[in-house]
């Protein structure tokens, strides 16, 4: 849950600013009947005027009014305003006008809703709350609505920029991956990151008057970092705190997993706890090694040699299992293919399995699973069953 401030999304809407969640939220405050009369005074002081010429207090022009935001608030989000708009604005809207007004505006409540968002699309939520929809199949070009960001989505790859970046303020981004998908990401500095299903990563839009470059990792990222000596590339889990200069590896911090991993493929990185952030007392890590982290653990990290090609065999579409128990491969399953596995054979759950899959179908990895040891499952739908064997 967020506190939003209907304060600030009042202004926000007519400065045609509001976001389409501040509009869907606006939509529902204004439904309540105490909050309709604030809204007709607002529009008694003048911030609005009804292109119909309809008095206010009707309720015809109270529902065009509602009509207006819901238009807005389920256009596209490509479009910068709806157009045709019912309601024009007055011409100057940057000063409050009368006591009477700002009295109104700092006395209307704060109401607590959930941010929305679709589980199931990619989506961008910028600094000021507005959240973009991407489609990594579709090539676009993107504006926010105030104009100052446009995002180009191009092959299966998203970049930014910023006609305006205001000093001494970071303006972060969240990217988040459903299930089923991934993207890869541009950052400002040309560095490369490919986020995994299921993952989501908080970033600034520019690292310019920043000391170090840093991002905020859940779930799993394949990270190819633009070499800058001067400033170091830092990745950010809830337990792991991974610091580069220039160089090629993958974290998987799934919250599912209770373990965080850092697997390097080229260069150096240095792993420290992320409660404990101390450069000089990193562990550094040499190509093909992998550094774990389980969560509530008493040690740091278990640093082994690892075949690396199974680590990142993901961001070439191959889903590839080494030694995985059942219980770990039913969760990659499920983001794999954006889907719900209940196990109901418990013993199954330790068994190990060692295979590489193909852009197969989730029937055929199971059943493939199968040869090697004897398990039913129904499926319908989105919901898959795993069950002892028919025959026990």
Known sequence: MTKIDIRRIITRYINQEASQEELAILYEWVKKENNKEVFKKLVQADFLVNYEDKSWESEEAFESFLHTIKQRETSKVKLLYAGNQIWKYAAVITI??????????????????????????????LDNGEVLTL??????????????????LAKGVLTQKEARIKKGKVQNNTIRVPYG???????????????????????????AGMDTREVQLKGEA??????????????????????VFGTVFNVS???????????????????????????EALQMLAPSQK????????????????????????????LAFENESMGQIIKRLQRQYNIKIVNQYEELDERRF???????????VLKTIQAHTHFSYDKKENLITIKKPNNE
């Not at 676009?140 to 180009?152: D, E, H, P």
């Not at 990745?235 to 792991?240: K, L, S």
């Not at 990185?269 to 450069?279: C, D, F, I, L, Y």
């Open 96 to 125: 409050i006008v009368g006591s009477s007004l700002f009295f109104l505006l700092n006395q209307s409540p704060q109401i607590v809703v959930p941010v929305e968002v679709d589980s199931n699309q990619i989506t961008l939520q």
């Open 253 to 279: 911090a799934y919250e599912e997993d209770d373990t965080t991993e850092v697997v390097l493929v080229e260069g150096s990185v240095g792993v420290g706890k992320s409660n404990k952030v101390n450069p």
């Open 354 to 364: 060692t295979g590489m899959f193909d852009e197969e179908t989730i029937d055929h």
């Open 291 to 318: 550094a774990s982290n389980i969560m509530g653990g008493e040690k740091d990290f278990v640093v082994e040699d690892v075949d690396v090609s199974s680590y990142i065999s993901w961001t070439k579409g191959i």
């Open 135 to 152: 489609d990594p199949e579709s090539d676009a070009t993107i504006q926010s609505k105030n104009g100052s960001t446009v995002v180009t």
């Open 181 to 207: 998908k991934n993207l890869s990401v541009t950052l400002q500095d040309g560095s490369v990151v490919m986020l995994n299903s299921g993952s989501s990563m908080t970033y600034p839009s520019s690292f």
């Open 222 to 243: 394949f990270f190819e970092v633009a070499k800058n000596p001067k400033k170091p590339f830092i990745v950010r889990t809830e337990t792991m705190y991974t610091q």
